[in-house]
């Protein structure tokens, strides 16, 4: 099941955007042909809770006679094809005689996505989070057409929050130093953030005017908590980073200064 929903009762959507994906079950007539196809950038699309999500799918077209456009350009799950994104409309700029550069601009609502798939069996309207896939209609100034499918591969990730507080402040040197945080993630059902448990985080130090690099890992616990202790023996800032998943964004969180005296 996949349909572009109208632009009042769309969803918005956030790892990587694949920028080429050979096209699966393509039709059509003639030599017009999506050569290459980029989505966000090559990032992922990370949707939150409440800001609709706009992104722009960037085809580049090739015809013998010239491009006329694009009629259609649908974007959806590949798993369980559900699409809860609106297609804004297509703008074209050409580069050549034969080539020509359009961008589709997409976008998804956070507050349509449970919407959208309601009295469904089974929906659930986190699962929409993954890799997704690009379909496109693309026409030539002879008549030719090309119906594309699957011309690019990106992923949409929930969004992520994720905080840092270290303990004590100033801490004497030698002394035990005790640094929290919680991660949490976007839950598309009701709209809130929720607690990402079961998560590998990594804690990192910087000394002052410094790089971060790992000291060590924590698990999330039932809350989305984290907990870490270790011997402060220099003044500097610490700080928590989650390196994401299929379905949810890469978060790190600001970094907190601690003087050591």
Known sequence: MHRRMPVASVMAAVAIGITV???????????????????????????????????????????????????????????????????????????????????????????????????NEGWDANAVAGTWQVNAT???????????????????????TLTTDATPEPVRKGGTLTVTGKLSRANWTDLKYHAFTKQVVKLQYKKPGGRYSTVKTATTDGKGHLRATVKATASGSWRWAFLGTTTTMKVVATGDAVTVK
């Not at 042909?33 to 980029?38: L, Q």
């Not at 057409?145 to 929930?158: E, G, N, P, Q």
């Open 138 to 160: 693309v026409k030539a100034n002879d008549s030719s057409y090309w119906i594309s499918d699957r011309i690019a591969l990106f992923k949409v990730k929930r969004a992520a």
């Open 21 to 119: 994906a050979p096209a699966a079950h393509a039709e059509g007539r003639g030599d017009i042909r999506v050569v290459k196809t980029v989505v966000n950038g090559g990032n992922s699309v990370i949707v939150g809770v409440k800001a609709p999500k706009q992104f722009p799918i960037t085809m580049t077209i090739k015809d013998n006679s010239g491009v006329k456009g694009v009629t259609d350009v649908s974007a959806f799950t590949t798993k369980g094809g559900h699409g809860p994104v609106d297609h804004l409309g297509t703008t074209c700029r050409k580069t050549s005689s034969t080539t020509s550069v359009c961008t589709a601009t997409m976008r998804i609502d956070p507050t349509w996505i449970d919407d959208y798939g309601r009295g």
